[in-house]
């Protein structure tokens, strides 16, 4: 299905025939006096899809066509002192700014490769290529690829990109990418009002937004642009005693848990009074990015009079800033148009932390540090305080993009029903086609399953799923189907506890030795490195490819997992799918709780 939406800008007078104004031809022109052409943005959900669409455009006959790829640092860092580290843009953005004298030598060389010409002709990426190909160059060029990929967007026809770097405010920002009368295509469109709710959400702990305050309050003292961070200082004072103060209002709803949650109106109420108006944000938002500025000023370095850079924010506070002012941007817009769509959730819990005891003096007032292999680490635990801002209307982020770019295509084989979805989003395709499947309905069959091979009733609610009649017989019936289907067998479960648990079950019944007879058995990691899952995932097709002893191979996974969504299964790696109950959202989630609540109505239908 297709989803087409058309801006009012594709109504103006083309530039190429007389009905052009002298005004619009300016318009339609860039700061050379070219011709502007709108640029694709093909957004999707993963980077797995992303190498599949490239995969595809290769073989068409725009294979050649300008394009860069977008991605994270996690897929595209090559120097080897970032990559390895979870911190990669933290130690990124270390480097750039050289705080311990040390700078990237690979960013330095991203000149090598920051041109299509060069890159197509020079080094021999003429045809659609992948984010692995440009990593392979940088490596080989020692060049960066992350920054490549960025600086190639400006000569790109079309560029492709995780769907979220299009919808969260935050990373168009960071990224660099303006959309203004653009073209979006956005693909497995079906996943646009989870990632839309997401990007115009915000959650930070108290210590966060403590240690934030205490960076702003170090630059107030230092007298550093002090009229700019003052300002923003007292902010994070307001919001953490109130935060504070709250406490008190806040209901348990569990072991070690309590929360309080308000909706948006109130909740600028209460902003209101402490100070934080639509004037008082405007002003905090023009300091935040004064303060962001890079600047020189002369100072003294080693007795002489030189320039030196002011000092600025680190990453970590400005993130926090930016996020909280993105959030607040979206309740105060359009007088406040957007606020019923926000829910503000205060909540304590706890957490346990390994802690090293301080070291303690002898009698004689001296220190002894025990060695480190003796030094007992104890068990702490820690209250933590989180405020959410929760955005429950995916119109709210897909509002910024309705409002400038040319159009937007949204591709899915599920958006059905139309109507329900074009409301959600607040925008009026106005083309839509609902396309017949690519296979013949003769070749395949989707049906349920009500019983199993011993006649027993297949129910896969809580209550079923914890008895063992239930666990054997559904694995009775995923037996028979890998006996009776060839080749590549996938099984969906609603959760990662449910796989354990039907996992311990079969190894304790034998089961699980005769599913290893017949296919090669692969289960879906719960968390692990994305090359552990590329492993994985590359001995589940080697067993179905090769057949070594046994026929084919059975991937057992999790709906919404690494595996349901983004992945190429085509042909014999899935002549079957079973899928066992359904992935109801948990419902002890607060916040799945007020999306239920939005979305019911006030019948609670």
Known sequence: MVAYYVSDLASEPCSRCPCASAKDMLKDKDKDGRKKIPKIFFGTRTHKQITQIAHELKRTVYSGVHMTILSSRDHTCVNADVAPHFNRNERCKDLLEAKDGRSCRYYHGVQRMREQHTLQWVHGLREAWDIEDLVTLGKRLRACSYYAARELMQGASIIFCPYNYLLDPMIRESMEIDLAGQILVLDEAHNIEDCARESASYTLELATLQSSRDELDGMVNSNVRRSKHEPLRDFCYVLINWIQESQELLSERGFESASKVWSGKDTLSIFHSLGITADTFSNMKQNLASVLEKEERVGVVNGKEDMVLVPTIGSSTATVLKNLFMVLDYLYRDNCRFAEDYRVALQRSYTWTNQVPPDVPDAQGFLVRPRARHRQSIRVKREVLTLSFWCLNPAVAFSDLSATVHSIVLTSGTLSPMASFSSELGVKFTIQLEANHVINKSQVWVGTVGAGPQG??????????????????????????????????????????????LRMRWVDTGLWEKLEQKKTVVTEPRGGGKGDFDELLQTYYDAIKYCEGRDGALLIAVCRGKVSEGLDFTDDNARAVVTIGIPFPNIKDLQQQRQCSLQRGPWGL
């Open 456 to 501: 027993q009733k297949l129910c896969a609610t809580f209550q079923h799923t914890e008895t063992y009649t239930f666990q054997d017989e559904v694995g009775a019936l995923l037996l028979h189907v890998c006996q009776v289907m060839s080749k590549g067998v996938l099984c969906f479960l609603p959760s990662y506890k449910m796989l354990d648990k």
